[in-house]
Every structure is written in C-alpha cells, then in structure tokens.
C-alpha cells in the first residue's frame, strides 16, 4: 500500500490542524467501509450517510512494546474528505462485533460516541478526530480494539460525507491515526528573575459568618434617669361616666341605664340600639324618611318614619279612574299616604297605580301621598335606583287629575290621572 506519510503530514499543516506531536506513532488503517447491500468493501470511497454508517479498523502493533495507556498523550484520527453533499458534523463510536470489510452489509454492534468533529463543509481536505479515549481502552484491552463507527452527529443528523478508502490507490488517502507518547520528564531549568509586581487583585468574596461567641459579662448599672413629669388625664364627675377617642380628642360618654347595653354606631359608643338613618336597609327596603317633631307620629323616644321598595313597581301605569272623583284620597300630608291608596283600591275597580303585590315579604305598601312623595325626591340619592321621571303620589286633586312628583327638577305638578308614569311604594315603621 502506497502511504505517503510526510506529504500527508505538510497537507495537515496546510489545513490548519496543527504540527504533529513529538514521539508519534502511525497505526494504519487494515480495513474500511461503509455498511451496504451489497458489501461495499473494495468500494474507493466510503460514504457517511443519514442511513449508512462507515467502519474503520486500525492496527496498533506499531506501538512499542510495553506501552500502556498512561504512556499515551493524545490520539487523533486523520482522514480525508473527498466530497460533502451535506455540511454537518460526524461522530465516532467503538464497534463491539467482530466484522470483515468483504462480507459485511448491516452494521455490527456498537458502543455509545466517544467523539465528535466540528463541522465539516469541504471536500478535497484532511480533517482530524480526538480519539484518545477509544485508542486508550483498546491499548488496556486490546481485545476491545475491533475498530471504530463514524455517522453523522446526533447534532446535524442529515450530514453527508464521503471518505477516500484505503482501495483508492491513485489518491492514496487512507484513514489513520497518529498516536502521540508521553516523553521522559527534562531537567529542571534555571529559575527566572523575579518579576515585577503585578497589579492588585480584586478584593476575595466575603467568607462565612463565624459563629457567635460567647455572651460577655452584664456591665454596670447606668445612671437613673430624670423622671418625667406627670400625666394628666380627664377626671369623671358621676358613676359610670366613660371616654372614647375620637380621632383627636377624648369624648365623655354620660352613664346608661340599668342593663343598657352600649352599642358602637358609625364609630361612636352609643347606649341602646344605633339609631335608623336615611338609606339603611331596613323592613323590605331603604329607610326614606325619618318622622321629624311635629309629624303626625313622631315619638321622641322612637324613630318612626318610610321605607321606600328597592325598585320602581312600574315605570308606565295611570293613576286609574279617570274621571271619577274618589272620596278619602285627598291628604297630602306626611301620614296620609295608606288612607289614601285604601280609598283608591276600595272606590277605583280599575287598575290603579296603587295597588301592589307582596314585596319581599311585606304586603302593607301604598302609594305615597304628595309630601311624603316629595320626602322620597329630596333623599333618592340614598335610596337609590330612582329614574329623572314623573312618578304618582296617592293625593287626588280633582276628578281627572293627581299630584305627581318630577324626579329630575323636584317640582310637583297634576297629571291627568290616565297619564301613563312611574311608581315607587313605601310602607311605615
């Protein structure tokens, strides 16, 4: 076999792989292929294939004797690529089956990849492969040494190389691989002159906490200090006289009753229940007005006033009775709202405006006479739900005309009762 080794070492110096190391031993290539059907063995090229693997064998007798693996600095297989269909990079495995480059056509068995190239991505060069691991294990075990598998990387799997063969005898490229031994250690040299002194390093990371030592000694008692001045506080003047904080100042509480209880009402102790106020739900709706001094009612010493329903009864019903003059519905006062609306249902027959289903859970709604109408304009903030739209009172005016309330400017005017407009019922506490 004709192996030209000088020229193929200047080739490798020209393709950037480097000058080969000091004490190399060449183990040359003894059989080469690609696995095929039908066997590819005289083949002179070999080809690196998603689906087709190469098989290369090597003969290591070349290596003086005695020699074991710590006597082995580095190994690097070096082959030449004649074509590349496909750029990629290709790996190499240790081939665990016996096989013959003239009547091999599947692959033989094989262990994991021990190597992997850089990308190959011309033709017509030497490339090289570290290999040390593998040469390692078959100068320890020279019976694993059944060669070696190269393919297409895990990493580029579609990579398509062709090799020059051993059979291609008028390039003379064949595959081998350059083992580099371990010289004997030199003398030590001189020792160099002291440089000068480099720059400051930077500064080290802090190290661990220690751990906390032991508690000194209690030192010596300081110095009483000044006494502050005293205090005040608000004198009682009765039994059962209390304070509360108000946000800036303390507020007196004058004593309860016997078995009161105290109750805290919008942020303020009060004794007995919190009093009702004006959009509080309360009785199947919101409170609408609380009964002031001088309306029929009124009791000091309990609220008493309208709940307005949640929600409008209608927002399109006639007064009812058109034309007709219906006895007992002509109060307007606070307090005359029920007698009316039982007038209107015991003298108008008709569908009337003042009539009403049970509204959660209460049946003793009415329509509102005309002041107590206008009570539920001046808070319908509070009660809520409201339209800027005419709505009925109970209070009759004349035969074909009601009073009726304007949510949107607060004036009260007559309707004529067949006039189509919205109700809000009430009901007292």
Not at 33 to 51: D, S
Not at 177 to 192: H, M, Q, S, V, W
Not at 346 to 358: D, I, Q, S, V, Y
Request: hydrophobic fraction near 40%.
């Amino acid at each position: 076999m004709n192996f030209p080794l000088n020229a193929l070492r200047a080739t490798i110096l020209l393709t950037c792989l480097g000058p080969l190391a000091a004490q190399a031993v060449i183990a040359p290539l003894t059989a080469d292929t690609n696995v095929a059907l039908p066997n590819a063995g005289a083949a002179q090229a070999i080809n690196i294939r998603p689906a087709t693997k190469a098989l290369l064998a090597f003969d290591l007798s070349t290596l003086p004797g005695g020699i074991t693996s710590s006597d082995i600095a580095k190994a690097t297989l070096v082959f030449y690529v004649k074509t590349v269909p496909v750029n990629g990079k290709i790996q190499a495995s240790p081939v665990t089956q016996t096989w013959n480059e003239t009547t091999v056509t599947t692959a033989p068995s094989q262990g994991a990849a021990t190597a992997s190239s850089a990308i190959i991505s011309r033709g017509n060069t030497y490339f090289a492969l570290d290999v040390t691991n593998l040469v390692l294990d078959w100068v320890d075990i020279p019976a694993s040494n059944k060669g070696l598998v190269l393919e297409p990387d895990s990493s580029t799997p579609a990579a398509s190389i062709t090799l020059d063969s051993k059979e291609a005898i008028q390039t003379s490229h064949p595959a081998y691989i350059e083992i580099a031994l371990k010289g004997p250690a030199g003398a030590k040299g001189d020792t160099g002159t002291t440089g000068s002194q480099g720059p400051a390093g930077a500064a080290g990371a802090k190290g661990d906490t220690g751990a906390k030592g032991d508690t000194g000694a209690t030192g010596a008692t300081g110095s009483k200090g000044d006494t502050g001045t005293t205090g005040t506080f608000q004198a009682g003047t009765v039994a059962g006289q209390m304070l509360y904080w108000d946000g800036s100042a303390w507020i007196t509480i004058a004593p309860g009753t016997h078995k009161q209880s105290l109750s805290y009402c919008n942020g303020v102790p009060t004794w007995g229940d919190c009093p009702i106020l004006v959009g509080d739900d309360y009785l199947g709706g919101k409170v609408a007005y609380i009964l002031q001094a001088g309306d029929p009612g009124y009791d000091a010493h309990v609220q008493h006033g309208l709940i307005a329903a949640p929600s409008d009864q209608s927002t399109h019903i006639g007064w009812g009775c058109d034309g007709t003059a219906i006895s007992g519905a002509h109060g307007t006062a606070i307090g005359t709202g029920q007698q009316n609306t039982s007038a209107i249902k015991a003298g108008c027959l008709e569908p009337t405006a003042a009539r009403f289903a049970t509204i959660n859970g209460y049946n003793d709604w009415y329509l509102p006479s005309k002041d107590e109408l206008k009570q539920l304009y001046v808070n319908r903030t509070a009660i809520g739900g409201v339209a800027d739209d005419l709505y009925w009172s109970s209070s009759e005016v004349i035969n074909n005309l009601a009073w009726c309330q304007n949510f949107g400017s607060g004036l009260q005017s007559n309707c004529v009762k067949f006039f189509p407009i919205a109700v809000r019922a009430v009901r007292a506490f």
